[in-house]
């Protein structure tokens, strides 16, 4: 389990992702004013271990997840789906993963398959502001801690696009 405050960040904020016992396991740099919403992934001695940026040309909402300099994955924002937002997480191969739940408020489940690999939830923590972020056993962690940020990026530039219409 890592956990993660609530509000991950603002173009430009840094933060430290935390396993369960408080001990900091990545640290997150979130590029200031970068054109293509990149955030670097760093372990502790401060290696780039994985990235997240916006493909600047796309028909809907689309993030790449580059881990250890590969692409590992692209986030997808689904076009229709009426009640719940959902996003793909598509990697190479044949097992890509679906991401749904109420994302506004970090309660979602990552699923591959049917089969639940990663999910966010406040409920498991009593820190006011903090979620956890659970990844099911032999699932590599950059590969839902990226997506996790992928979709934070993504609502956070449509929370900004409804601001500014």
Do not use: C
């Not at 580059?66 to 994955?73: Q, S």
């Amino acid at each position: 389990m890592y956990v993660i405050r609530q509000k991950f960040f603002s173009i430009g904020d840094d933060f430290d992702v935390l396993d369960e016992n408080g001990t900091k396991v990545l640290h997150v740099d979130g590029k200031v004013l970068s054109i293509r919403n990149k955030v670097v992934i760093e372990d502790p001695s401060g290696a780039e271990v994985a990235a997240v940026h916006r493909h600047l040309i796309s028909l809907r909402p689309t993030y790449e997840i580059t881990i250890g300099g590969e692409k590992a994955a692209e986030v997808r924002k689904k076009l229709f789906t009426p009640f719940r937002e959902k996003f793909t997480i598509d990697v190479p191969g044949p097992d890509d993963l679906q991401m749904q739940g109420d994302l506004l408020d970090h309660e979602y489940t990552i699923e591959r398959g049917g089969v639940e690999v990663g999910a966010v939830s406040k409920r498991w923590l009593t820190l006011r502001d903090t979620y956890a972020v659970q990844v099911a056993e032999g699932v590599e962690p950059l590969l839902i801690i990226g997506s996790v940020l992928a979709l934070d990026l993504a609502m956070a530039r449509e929370e900004k696009k409804a601001e500014d219409d």
